[in-house]
């Protein structure tokens, strides 16, 4: 397994943006395929974004495309989710996860690694 520790949440306006981070420690991250979940009181899980090994696959969830971009750096074991023209409905618990046999997809299923989570609050 590969271990995860997001942070880069916080408090922000509506129409502002933050950059999540995801760093991992294992040796097995440039050969995972990752992604970012988020959850709130109440709901399940909901998927955010992935991204392939080599980074040239990006998925995302309809409510986030165009505003969110997924991105990795396997040089330093690092993957970053940027969060642009962010609504009140993106308010959330934000995880980040890998899944050591690489596929993106878009279920938490596939993920065996999760980060400790990052609150995002977004005010309006």
């Known amino acids: 397994q590969v271990q995860l520790v997001d942070s880069g949440g916080g408090l922000v306006q509506a129409g502002g943006s933050l950059r999540l981070s995801c760093a991992s420690s294992?040796?097995?991250?440039?050969?995972?395929?990752v992604g970012w979940f988020r959850q709130t009181p109440g709901k399940e899980r909901e998927f955010v974004a992935a991204i392939s090994v080599s980074g040239t696959t990006r998925i995302y969830a309809n409510s986030v495309k165009g505003r969110f971009t997924i991105s990795r750096d396997n040089g330093k074991n690092t993957m970053y989710l940027q969060m642009n023209s962010l609504k009140p409905e993106d308010t959330a618990v934000y995880y980040c996860a890998a899944d050591r046999f690489g596929r993106t997809r878009d279920s938490g299923n596939y993920y065996d690694s999760w980060g400790q989570g990052t609150q995002v609050t977004v005010s309006s």
């Open positions: 294992g040796r097995t991250f440039s050969t995972s395929a």
